[in-house]
């Protein structure tokens, strides 16, 4: 059965809850023992979900080995078992906003608080009694539960079943940022704390690497990388891991003197030498609550580290207790969990695309599945070697993910119990011609892409460099989209990029969708497409290598296409521009000695000499006297002269663009990614999640408000 598929369980529902018992079983075994990768949490919550439904409709089917009826898993013989002075419970789940409201209003009717019955957006106005919650990240990675006696790290255990773990005091010790002893005065004699133990992403990449280049077993994520790395049953391994410890609560603790919040706990835990979270936020609402999850949900991709929802708990730590618990999960809490950035599901086929300079990158056509909030049937699977490294076939189940807008990819094969036993369709052959044309394929050494090296003679190959050359960032050629360009192609009008400059009304006239007005349009669209900077032009013609920040450096020193055709790439006396190495200069002498590029430069020189036009002359033309003179006053050259700058967020009555030509015309350089090496994040409305990054990075921030209109 497909094990992303709850509707073929078993009808009888004993049947049914022995199969999602015995398979949450084996996934919680991976989960918490296994160095490789493990099923995702999102389908692991669907079948626990289905259990819980199955055994509160069949009361006399629960078992006292239920899921349900455990937090971890048993822990693992090759460990020393230690109990826990407080069980670890899990989280209840909420997946929505009722999900969260219940919650509320479960814990007023508890504690005798009344509730009134407004909107999730005034649910506490009014003179109805405050409850206030601590909201904070839901780290995701290996729960750990620390004794500290007199301040003195003493023991510690994983989760293991809640009530026991395994001892991995040693491997504890080597990580870095845990103190092995309190800071501060009047501590506990003794406390437990408890946190998680993960690996920030840089750091998990790295490590990554270095096992592929030792031809060593990589870890599916991060998550699953810090678990195999804290079971290690030599210290010394776990010491060359990068983990780290975030602590989010404490279980027993004797004597000391604590705040009463747990909002407060998280500060005395900060004080006495741990890393929280510090996002945290104290809520006095459900709109509160709601606010903070989007504004995590929208900050998610670009924290260090990976998280899967965020979590609320009621912030006296004195009506916690009176709340207390039930069979597996505090009361006083709950997880807010984000949509799913992975899941399961059948890869249907493996399909090739020939991009515009000559890749072939193979595609995953999935089973529709919905991930991180979007239905998702295709996804990419890099190249030959990713394929054959993590052996997959059509008719397997794999993992899919997908973070922000980045494109899906299957991470890897999941295998469980089933799988197993099941006849696989044969390996996957890359072919060694091209799926467009036919030609040849070819590999450089040390590439993992096979390329068509057919260029323009190759269809799939033109159409997409035609789509590419009419695109926004090179020539803008408003009107002059994909279905056009395949129009113009299949009647055979357009064979390299100059003939748009050709076409006449005559030509346009037999297209389908193509009306006098539209013509009319589009022709004058691409006529004003000439003033375009020889940057556009340069970037437009997709030269491999030659990406849209390196065509505006080197428009800098060669300013005429002219120029350009006639200049020695490979002479060793040449000054090359900043940034242009010898494989740039390889591609740039290749693309202009060309044969089939010939009279595409020939037009293109003889339209583009007569001026020469700069980004910053096209934006003044935009830009009144006195908006550039705002610019200029909030964006002072000693400033951006020479920075690395990225922008995020919106500008009333300024584009981006603009405000990236103008950046460009006083010296800067615009970025479209904030790493270490930014400079300056300038910020605009609704700023995205580009201002977490750079806030965790220490960037330098300036906020443009207010743009004249």
């Known amino acids: 059965m497909s094990f992303a598929d709850l509707d073929s369980l078993p009808k009888d529902p004993a049947l049914a809850v022995e199969r999602l018992s015995q398979q949450?079983?084996?996934?919680?075994?991976?989960?918490?023992?296994?160095?490789?990768?493990?099923?995702?949490?999102?389908?692991?919550?669907?079948?626990?979900?289905?259990?819980?439904?199955?055994?509160?409709?069949?009361?006399?089917?629960?078992?006292?080995?239920?899921?349900?009826?455990?937090?971890?898993?048993?822990?693992?013989?090759?460990?020393?078992?230690?109990?826990?002075?407080?069980?670890?419970?899990?989280?209840?789940?909420?997946?929505?906003?009722?999900?969260?409201?219940?919650?509320?209003?479960?814990?007023?009717?508890l504690l005798g608080i009344e509730s009134d019955n407004g909107s999730a957006h005034n649910i506490d106005t009014g003179s109805v009694p405050k409850l206030s919650y601590s909201a904070e990240l839901k780290f995701d990675g290996l729960a750990v539960n620390l004794r500290y006696e007199d301040g003195l790290l003493t023991r510690a255990a994983t989760r293991g079943d809640g009530s026991e773990g395994e001892n991995v005091l040693a491997n504890i010790r080597t990580i870095r940022n845990l103190p092995l002893r309190l800071l501060g005065q009047g501590l506990p004699s003794l406390i437990e704390i408890r946190g998680e133990v993960l690996m920030f992403r840089d750091e998990f990449e790295r490590l990554n690497r270095q096992q592929l280049a030792?031809?060593?077993?990589?870890?599916?994520?991060?998550?699953?990388?810090?678990?195999?790395?804290?079971?290690?049953?030599?210290?010394?391994?776990?010491?060359?891991?990068?983990?780290?410890?975030?602590?989010?609560?404490?279980?027993?603790r004797q004597?000391?003197?604590?705040?009463?919040?747990?909002?407060?706990?998280?500060?005395?835990?900060?004080?006495?030498?741990?890393?929280?979270?510090?996002?945290?936020?104290?809520?006095?609402?459900?709109?509160?609550?709601?606010?903070?999850?989007?504004?995590?949900?929208?900050?998610?991709?670009?924290?260090?580290?990976?998280?899967?929802?965020?979590?609320?708990k009621v912030d006296s730590l004195q009506l916690q207790e009176q709340l207390g618990t039930i069979a597996r999960s505090p009361r006083f809490a709950i997880a807010h969990k984000f949509p799913a950035q992975e899941m399961v599901t059948e890869l249907l086929a493996i399909d090739?695309?020939?991009?515009?300079?000559?890749a072939i990158t193979p595609v995953a056509r999935l089973k529709p599945v919905q991930v991180g909030g979007v239905q998702v049937t295709n996804a990419t699977l890099h190249n030959e070697d990713e394929i054959e490294r993590k052996d997959l076939r059509v008719g397997d189940l794999v993992i899919v993910r997908r973070a922000g807008d980045v494109i899906p990819e299957v991470v890897s094969r999941l295998e469980t119990q089933h799988t197993q036993h099941t006849q696989r369709n044969p390996a996957f052959r890359f072919p060694r011609q091209c799926p467009s044309c036919g030609s040849e394929l070819f590999r450089e050494p040390g590439e993992a892409v096979w390329r068509c090296l057919a260029q323009w003679g190759c269809k799939a190959q033109k159409r997409q460099r035609l789509i590419h050359f009419a695109s926004r960032k090179a020539l803008d050629i408003e009107g002059l989209g994909e279905k056009i360009v395949?129009?113009?192609?299949?009647?055979?009008?357009?064979?390299?990029?100059?003939?748009?400059?050709?076409?006449?009304?005559?030509?346009?006239?037999?297209?389908?969708?193509?009306?006098?007005?539209?013509?009319?349009?589009?022709?004058?669209?691409?006529?004003?497409?000439?003033?375009?900077?020889?940057?556009?032009?340069?970037?437009g013609m997709g030269i491999r290598h030659v990406g849209e920040e390196l065509a505006r450096v080197l428009t800098q020193d060669f300013v005429t296409l002219a120029s350009m055709r006639q200049t020695r790439w490979l002479d060793p006396d040449l000054a090359l521009p900043d940034g242009v190495g010898v494989e740039i200069a390889t591609s740039l002498q290749a693309f202009f000695e060309h044969p089939g590029h010939q009279r595409m430069l020939d037009r293109f020189e003889a339209w583009w000499a007569p001026k020469v036009i700069s980004d910053q002359a096209l934006l003044e033309g935009r830009l009144s006297q006195r908006q550039q003179q705002w610019l200029d006053q909030h964006c002072p050259k000693d400033l951006i002269q020479g920075a690395k700058i990225v922008i995020t967020g919106s500008f009333d009555g300024l584009s981006r663009d603009d405000l990236a030509g103008f950046l460009r015309g006083r010296g800067a350089v615009v970025l479209s990614s904030v790493s270490k090496h930014t400079d300056l994040l300038i910020l605009g409305q609704n700023a995205g999640s580009k201002l977490a990054k750079a806030q965790s990075l220490g960037v330098r921030l300036l906020e443009l408000r207010d743009f004249p209109g």
């Open 24 to 109: 949450l079983r084996q996934w919680s075994a991976s989960y918490y023992r296994g160095d490789h990768g493990s099923i995702p949490d999102a389908l692991y919550d669907r079948w626990f979900e289905r259990l819980l439904e199955l055994e509160k409709q069949h009361p006399e089917l629960v078992r006292e080995d239920s899921p349900s009826q455990r937090v971890g898993t048993t822990p693992d013989d090759a460990f020393e078992k230690l109990g826990h002075l407080r069980p670890m419970l899990s989280l209840a789940n909420a997946f929505d906003l009722d999900d969260v409201l219940a919650f509320d209003r479960r814990l007023r009717g």
């Open 214 to 252: 030792h031809g060593e077993q990589v870890f599916a994520n991060p998550r699953n990388a810090a678990a195999g790395s804290l079971r290690q049953m030599d210290p010394r391994v776990t010491a060359k891991r990068p983990l780290r410890f975030m602590a989010y609560g404490i279980g027993e």
């Open 255 to 312: 004597g000391g003197q604590l705040p009463d919040s747990h909002f407060g706990l998280l500060q005395w835990l900060e004080n006495s030498g741990f890393a929280v979270d510090s996002l945290r936020r104290r809520c006095e609402s459900v709109s509160a609550l709601i606010a903070f999850y989007d504004e995590v949900c929208g900050q998610r991709d670009a924290l260090p580290f990976d998280i899967d929802g965020v979590v609320y």
């Open 352 to 358: 090739l695309q020939v991009g515009r300079t000559g």
């Open 486 to 539: 395949e129009d113009l192609l299949n009647h055979q009008l357009v064979d390299d990029p100059s003939d748009f400059y050709i076409i006449t009304k005559h030509d346009l006239d037999p297209l389908p969708r193509m009306g006098a007005k539209r013509i009319e349009q589009l022709l004058r669209s691409i006529e004003s497409s000439k003033q375009r900077p020889l940057s556009r032009l340069l970037f």
